[in-house]
């Protein structure tokens, strides 16, 4: 055995003995209270799963049909219950762990039918994860002949030699498997991506699929690795109808820039809350490990994201992270992938031939029109490409580690990730060393524990390259040789006329450095006590803390400074926050049919940054960087005006009330009042409303008999949110420093760089929301929503003329704006695989449109020029000519166009005949393997 699998053992065992520690036991002795007259067998089922933590399975056994049952218990058990209910009307019961009770038809040994003698049959039920599915439904199609998987997800069975197994579970797909004289079979289940049934994070909570009022997108952890990258905003790209997702940069571990359902601020913060594992998050999407990610959801519309009040004003994504299950047999599981990536398409420029015909039609230096390196480099008919020469072949890595375990008290999960990828241009890269935790503990029956952690380290490398790479590559001639007769770069390619250093320098390390060095740490802890089955109490504890630290020297040598003295910079930023969250949640089934949730909730959040840099300029030697700034020979800056420090706080209440009757009305009415430290005295509170209702039209009697249609709902809702995103001490007015020469002294003097508001206050948006969600044929569903946004009271930061003697602008509230669109999803399951290898197709599509117009501006006025605002445009427009006439008629500058009303859609459509299959990117390979203790 190889020394390295010996030593991972070593460590690893007494681990997983640990997590093992409790013996899987399900609740049977459970006490409920039931009193119900005439009711469906359905009814009784939910009043069992609103007393306690079971969810029934029934998928392909009707229960609907099962009426008129009289049950008056007090303090029973399930199984007493379920003995009575169940009696005589041919189906059984089996309690399969402490969330699952499957229910089937009674299952007789089966006789010889004619078909073929009976053979013993054995098997084993996975979903594509390679889980186990406990509580499958396995069935011999035609007889009563039929058994549900064990806690393994094995299952053995007696069937005929030619009999069809139909295998069916909850949220998956049902699949029927020809036996084929086979005696073990492999099972592989694909979630149902249209089921009714399936679990969506609301936010504080979950619901399912069909009691979902608002307007919520999901992503899975499936269609997240579709995609190999960075982070999952680059993996949920183009998936998610109203939610635009852009890279802002090139570089490796460029952040993206995320909007839901458009732009609504002029110059207050429009990125959406990012929220994991129940705790705001404060650092980036970088710095959490796509493979960590169970799923995602968006909260879009106001009635979904009100819960979060000011802090979900744009829209709040929710990340699940990837946990142990209750029976999770000790397993490590590797993933990772490798590929290569190239410039897809190079900027098109003039070779040497055109380049010199340019020339000679402009008149360009009459006389004297090329620089002797010129001539005397093309007259060998040689044209030199800088694209070619700068560009390289990137790489990309990435390592996943994942040791899982679970039992009925314990469940425990530890992770190890690495990531490297590097970029074309030279000097660039990022890596990350990411370091995640998670345990729950189940103390007893009625007190639950857990925490979670996620560590990330990161170092990313050459920021600035692309600024000063991609202009001299472009604008340098190709008549040029860039080498001199020793094989080293010219410094000075064009000189006398351009004294611009060759982007070629910046292949030598030694000449200039940017290195940016981050570490950050989110930690939650919650505790769970449930009073009774209808009353739980929760407190969330979350601590962010982060350092980030950004280095950089030019030498005078290198392309950044192109002779001009060297300098150095080193910046840190400490920031860290906590957040405190006690939540108290009541649900009640009455009679069955009524259907009450009530969220209330405390909160506070405490944040704290801090910023402080310093430069030296003529640093005694390259070697040295920036480690050591004073060694500069010019001296070293702190310059005031630059450092910040900032601590602000918010505190708030909550509360929300769920409603449903018969699964075929539902509303949600949430009430939210916030009390943010950044705005001024008097208006620091704002509450806010919104109600949110939807009609399962499909559950009515007048659709009963309409086969093709599993889901027809209509949703409404409105709400208010409202935006706090300023920075702090806003309100208060600032003093900036200025340097005045005093005699032979030079001193420092004070000035006010920007006025107090006492009347800064919230900006805050109406919002409503219409849709529709269908399912037709359990194989085509799909989402429509209409939308539209009032935002008013806009913060705006406002420049005053220069004679007020202020240097900076000043936050005010001004302005209205109004955003509406339509997004459309569509999803269909065209061949559905029955066996693992089995063809399978499906098709993806989404298609979304936003349009956004600034409504007012301040005082009256209808338009700033200065930062592109026109009343009646959009927010972010092209301001140039419209069109461009020569001589003496030109046409007034006009807005051309808009960057921020976009029409976007999606389509995809895949094939695969392996369940396993994942597309990576072109050049790339995967490789995925789970180890488990049986």
């Known amino acids: 055995m190889n020394r390295h699998f010996k030593l991972t053992l070593f460590i690893l065992v007494p681990l997983l003995f640990f997590f093992n520690a409790t013996n899987v036991m399900a609740q049977e002795g459970k006490k409920v209270t039931i009193n119900m007259k005439n009711a469906s067998l359905k009814e009784v089922f939910n009043a069992i799963e609103k007393q306690t933590t079971y969810r029934f399975s029934y998928r392909n056994v009707v229960v609907d049909s099962k009426e008129n049952i009289t049950i008056s218990k007090t303090n029973a058990t399930v199984s007493s219950i379920l003995d009575e209910v169940l009696a005589g009307i041919g189906l059984s019961y089996s309690i399969v762990s402490e969330k699952s009770i499957v229910i089937s038809d009674k299952s007789p040994v089966p006789e010889n039918t004619g078909r073929g003698n009976p053979r013993k049959l054995s098997g084993s039920v996975k979903d594509t994860n390679g889980e186990s599915v406990v509580g499958a439904n396995v069935k011999e199609i035609g007889t009563n002949n039929g058994i549900i998987t064990d806690i393994d997800g094995r299952f053995t069975l007696n069937v005929s030699n030619d009999a069809i197994l139909q295998v069916s579970y909850i949220g998956y797909v049902t699949q029927e498997i020809q036996i084929n004289n086979q005696t073990s079979l492999e099972i592989l289940l694909k979630e149902d991506a249209l089921g009714l049934e399936e679990i969506v994070v609301v936010g504080y909570g979950t619901q399912r699929k069909s009691d979902v009022t608002g307007a919520i997108s999901s992503v899975g952890k499936s269609t997240l690795k579709e995609v190999p990258s960075i982070n999952i905003s680059q993996s949920m790209q183009g998936r998610v109808a109203g939610v635009s997702i852009q890279q802002t940069a090139t570089r490796p571990g460029a952040d993206s820039q995320i909007r839901i359902r458009g732009t609504r601020s002029l110059t207050a913060s429009n990125d959406p809350l990012i929220v994991v594992d129940d705790i705001p998050f404060a650092g980036k999407l970088n710095d959490i490990a796509s493979e960590d990610i169970k799923s995602v959801n968006i909260l879009k519309d106001a009635s979904s994201t009100a819960i979060y009040g000011s802090r979900g004003a744009n829209g709040v994504i929710l990340i699940t992270t990837d946990r142990a299950n209750t029976y999770t047999k000790p397993q490590v599981s590797y993933n990772g992938y490798t590929g290569i990536s190239t410039v897809a398409k190079k900027y098109e420029m003039l070779n040497a031939e055109e380049f010199i015909e340019l020339r000679t039609l402009s008149g360009y230096q009459a006389g004297s029109p090329y620089l002797p390196q010129e001539e005397q480099y093309f007259t060998t008919g040689k044209s030199f490409d800088w694209q070619d020469e700068m560009y390289k072949t990137a790489s990309v890595n990435n390592h996943d580690l994942t040791f899982r375990a679970g039992s009925e008290a314990v469940q425990g999960s530890l992770g190890l990730n690495y990531y490297d990828e590097t970029s074309v241009l030279p000097g660039q890269d990022f890596s990350r060393f990411s370091l995640r935790g998670a345990v729950d503990l189940k103390i007893n029956n009625w007190l639950k524990v857990g925490y979670n952690t996620q560590n990330a380290f990161s170092l990313t490398n050459g920021e600035g390259v692309s600024t000063v790479a991609l202009y001299s590559m472009l604008a340098f001639s190709p008549l040029v040789n860039p080498y001199d007769a020793d094989g080293k770069p010219v410094v000075k390619p064009l000189s006398p006329r351009d004294d611009a250093y060759s982007p070629l320098l910046?292949?030598?390390k030694s000449l200039w450095e940017e290195e940016r060095k981050r570490f950050n740490t989110v930690n939650a802890l919650y505790g769970e006590i449930?009073?009774?089955?209808?009353?739980?109490?929760?407190?969330?504890?979350?601590l962010n803390y982060y350092h980030d630290q950004y280095g950089e020297y030019y030498s005078s040598a290198s392309s950044f400074k192109s002779g001009s003295t060297s300098s150095a910079n080193l910046s840190t930023i400490t920031a860290y926050n906590y957040t405190i969250e006690n939540l108290l949640y009541y649900d009640k089934t009455l009679a069955g049919k009524h259907k009450i949730g009530a969220t209330l909730m405390y909160s506070l959040e405490d944040n704290y940054f801090e910023y402080i840099t310093a430069e030296g300029l003529d640093l005694a030697a390259d070697y040295m960087k920036y480690h050591n700034l004073g060694m500069a020979n010019d001296g070293v800056t702190f310059d005031g005006n630059l450092q910040s420090y900032q601590r602000r706080t918010l505190l708030s209440y909550m509360g929300r009330l769920n409603y449903g009757y018969d699964g075929k009305y539902m509303a949600t009415f949430t009430l939210r009042s916030d009390g943010a430290s950044v705005l001024a005295l008097g208006k620091k509170w704002h509450t806010y409303p919104a109600l949110s209702l939807a009609w399962n039209v499909n559950r009515e009697s007048f659709l009963?008999?309409?086969?093709?249609?599993?889901?027809?709902?209509?949703?409404?809702?409105?709400?208010?949110?409202?935006?706090?995103?300023?920075?702090p001490y806003a309100t208060m007015g600032s003093l900036g420093q200025t340097r005045y020469n005093?005699?032979?002294?030079l001193v420092y003097g004070y000035n006010t760089s920007t006025l107090s508001n006492a009347n800064l206050g919230w900006e805050y948006t109406n919002s409503y929301n219409m849709g529709i969600d269908f399912n037709l044929w359990s194989r085509l569903s799909g989402t429509l929503d209409l939308y539209l946004q009032k935002t008013n009271d806009l913060l705006v930061s406002q420049r005053l003329p220069y004679s007020s003697g202020v240097s900076n602008s000043i936050m005010v509230n001004v302005g209205k704006t109004r955003n509406k669109g339509m997004e459309l999803t569509l999803h269909s399951d065209n061949i559905v695989s029955r066996t693992k290898g089995a063809l399978a197709w499906k098709t993806d599509f989404n298609f979304y449109l936003n349009r956004n117009e600034l409504v007012s501006l301040s005082s009256g006025i209808t338009e700033d020029v200065s930062n592109g605002w026109f009343v009646g445009h959009?927010?972010?427009?092209?301001?140039?000519?419209?069109?461009?006439?020569?001589?003496?008629?030109?046409?007034?500058?006009?807005?051309?166009?808009?960057?921020s009303n976009p029409a976007t859609s999606s389509w995809k459509t895949t094939t695969t005949t392996d369940s396993f299959h994942r597309p990576t990117v072109t050049s790339s390979a995967r490789l995925s393997r789970t180890l488990k203790w049986v």
């Open 506 to 508: 910046l292949k030598d």
């Open 530 to 542: 449930q009073f009774t089955p209808d009353l739980k109490y929760r407190i969330n504890l979350g």
């Open 704 to 727: 009963s008999n309409v086969e093709a249609l599993d889901l027809l709902k209509i949703r409404l809702g409105y709400g208010q949110t409202s935006n706090q995103s300023v920075t």
């Open 742 to 745: 005093f005699g032979n002294d």
């Open 874 to 899: 959009p927010i972010d427009v092209i301001y140039d000519y419209k069109n461009w006439v020569s001589g003496k008629k030109t046409k007034p500058l006009k807005p051309l166009n808009s960057v």
